[in-house]
């Protein structure tokens, strides 16, 4: 008899799949029944979801279920971005909801306090509304990314829903897709046509960021392996320092991945890199704080900022900021860096200049992400 | 249970009133003096038969009158109640009596080991004037398991409800340190909760005990000024603060020197609007006439030319 395959690490904690009555016959519900057959969770029970039902529950402690739901709502969208900082201006393929990996950081535990994974399983009205949106101009250019409310790849493994998204998207020249993870699944390079319109992404953080504050993740290193295996492939990556953590040590931790990621890629393999300090929503520290008892970097000098999420005093974020800013620039980066919702006077103070001296970040972003 | 139709008299020694369901007793007032003197016992109290005598179940104030009075005593009996009866015939006794947290909370206490929490919720809270999904619910519950000198601090009125939330997140040893805060003057809500709260992120962030962070402080010194309670609090308070927002904190304090020098003398108003996030001032002014609006307007012409603006522009940038 086979011995059965483990699933990887970060989804072992899956012990039911839920799925919608009408998306019982789906591409993904197909797709993920036959890849959980011959692994270990290969039993786990299926709950078909009726139609009037309202709502599903599931608590079982930490054991997580995934729920492959016929989505009713808008899949493309605009990031959530707000006025009082220079937003990336970057469009939401919305694939799902929640995340089978615990940051402690991470926004998503205010989002959806359960541990239930949606995948939106009705992809056929996801192609119609991005072909509708798409093809209407193809001169009209988009930088889309499906990392805004779960993890681009984190469920990659059972849906193959990237792989899909990518082959779908090989018709439109006027889109380029960006993959932003904490885990190494490149399975979706397998579809893509042409390596000039799809971004891999990989967030990074300081070693010890990664050690005490992410969990069930990849390591850095796998993740920047990957990189290096997607840049030999011919594809451009993009790398995320979001959010930066100011903790005893910070220096030398970025200078430490800093330094690493020149390890494995060059400047030119990478099409934009973002840096964004820990910022969050009020209600967010206390979530936090309750599911994270060890950690303390929230307890930093964090005020209320102009769109009243916490922030880390301006001060402080410019000190690390410069920091970060002059050692990637003394391995060659440049034009790629920005800052994730950061405000005019901290990208004068950093960078010397701020978006509008370069008719705006989101269009210097999409010029970044087409190669030009 | 049962209430008897007849009201006997009794000596009032012949009635024992230690029972634990007697949770709000205290001295009795004049005014309960005066009224039994002038008119006699107008109510009886309520107490049931025990092994040699009565025990008291509602009407300790009227019984410690009486028997200071050396007066019989007027009861009523009650038949075959037992502990939760009891609880909720003195309940309903002292219905009229104004409530305070410490008193909550020692009903609270009384019925938890009688029922469970559900019932306590929906039974005995709407009689204390709680709503059982409240936040106050919520407070009084964490308060439940606190130690003694802690509910003697919230029954004296010297810590708030909501100082609990901070409390219990902290240590043994760190309660320990910080209950001395506690001992001597009754905080206001947000006082206690802001200073609780910024000295347990402060040991955590430093991971450093409170101890440490309140001698870091100069806490102990505050203590011993022998300042005027709320002049202590303030300075607490203020001290807590630096020690939780050390660099926001400098900041402040250099930019209130500057403005304070550049509004010297006028009525204009100088303040850093949102906590440096972004540089420069706001300034305010109230002006009731055109007298006062002319006199502004000078004023404001000959702030401009002080140089002390040069700090605010800077305060908190990359020049600072």
């Known amino acids: 008899m086979t011995k059965p395959v483990e699933l990887p690490r970060h989804l072992r904690k899956i012990s039911h799949v839920f799925v919608d009555e009408s998306m019982q016959d789906s591409t993904v519900a197909r797709r993920v029944r036959d890849r959980l057959n011959g692994t270990t969770h290969e039993g786990i029970p299926w709950t078909v979801v009726s139609a009037d039902t309202d709502r599903v529950e599931f608590d079982e402690g930490d054991a997580q279920a995934l729920y492959l739901k016929e989505y009713k709502g808008k899949f493309l969208r605009f990031c959530p971005g707000t006025r009082a900082y220079h937003c990336c201006g970057y469009r939401i393929i919305h694939i799902g909801e929640n995340c089978p990996m615990a940051c402690s950081y991470c926004i998503l535990q205010a989002y959806f306090q359960d541990e239930i994974l949606k995948i939106w399983a009705n992809q056929d009205t996801l192609f119609k509304e991005l072909a509708d949106g798409f093809g209407a101009d193809p001169n009209t250019r988009y930088r889309v990314g499906t990392g805004e409310f779960t993890d681009s790849l984190a469920l990659e493994h059972l849906t193959g829903y990237s792989h899909d998204l990518v082959g779908f998207l090989n018709d439109y020249d006027n889109v380029v897709l960006e993959l932003k993870s904490k885990v190494v699944d490149l399975s979706w390079m397998q579809a893509a046509t042409r390596t000039d319109r799809v971004l891999p992404a990989w967030s990074l953080n300081a070693p010890f960021v990664n050690e005490h504050e992410e969990f069930d993740v990849s390591t850095l290193k796998e993740r920047l392996e990957a990189a290096r295996t997607c840049a030999e492939a011919g594809f451009r990556v993009c790398l995320h320092f979001d959010p930066v953590i100011h903790y005893p040590g910070w220096r030398e931790g970025y200078a430490e991945i800093i330094d690493m990621i020149f390890d494995y890629v060059k400047p030119e393999n990478i099409a934009y890199m973002s840096i964004g300090s820990f910022r969050c929503m009020p209600q967010l520290t206390n979530i936090i704080a309750d599911n994270f008892p060890e950690t303390n970097y929230i307890y930093n000098e964090f005020v209320p900022g102009l769109d009243g999420k916490a922030r880390l005093l301006r001060p402080l974020r410019v000190e690390q900021f410069s920091f970060m800013i002059d050692r990637l620039r003394s391995h060659g980066m440049d034009k790629q860096l920005y800052f994730c919702m950061e405000s005019t006077e901290v990208w004068n103070e950093v960078f010397g200049y701020s978006p509008k001296d370069f008719g705006g970040l989101g269009k210097r972003l999409m010029a970044q992400a087409f190669g030009e | ?320």
């Open chain 2, 1 to 320: 249970m049962q209430l008897s139709k007849e009201i006997i008299t009794v000596s009032a020694d012949s009635i024992h009133d230690t029972g634990s369901h007697l949770f709000w007793t205290g001295p009795a007032d004049e005014s309960l003096t005066d009224s039994i003197n002038e008119f006699g016992q107008a109510a009886p109290v309520l107490a049931r038969e025990a092994d040699n005598g009565f025990e008291l179940i509602a009407g300790h104030a009227r019984l410690s009158t009486l028997r200071q009075l050396n007066q019989p005593v007027l009861v009523r009996l009650v038949l075959d109640a037992d502990e939760r009866d009891m609880g909720l015939l003195y309940l309903a006794d002292n219905a009229q009596r104004p409530l305070d947290d410490g008193m909550r909370l020692a009903a609270l206490r009384y019925f938890q080991t009688l029922m469970n929490e559900k019932e306590l919720k929906s039974d005995i809270l709407p009689r204390l004037g709680i709503k059982p999904k409240s936040k106050d619910a919520k407070l009084l519950f964490s308060w439940l398991d606190m130690p003694g000198n802690w509910l003697a601090h919230l029954a004296t009125g010297n810590v708030p409800l909501a100082a609990v939330t901070p409390i219990k997140r902290m240590s043994d040893t760190d309660r320990l340190t910080v209950e001395p805060l506690f001992a001597g003057f009754s905080w206001s809500r947000s006082n206690a909760v802001n200073l609780l709260t910024w000295l347990f992120e402060t040991s955590k962030m430093t991971e450093a005990p409170i101890a440490d962070v309140m001698q870091q402080a100069g806490m102990a010194e505050i203590m011993k000024q022998g300042l005027s309670p709320k002049d202590t609090i303030a300075r607490l308070c203020t001290a807590a603060k630096a020690a939780r927002y050390p660099e926001l904190s400098i900041l402040q304090d250099r930019f209130n020197k500057a403005a304070g020098e550049i509004a010297a003398g006028t009525k204009w108003r100088v303040v850093q609007p949102n906590n440096f996030e972004t540089g420069g001032a706001e300034l305010t002014i109230q002006v009731k006439d055109a007298a006062q609006l002319k006199k502004a307007v000078e004023d404001l012409e000959t702030m401009t030319g002080i140089s002390r603006w040069k700090d605010i522009w800077e305060l908190g940038g990359k020049n600072d």
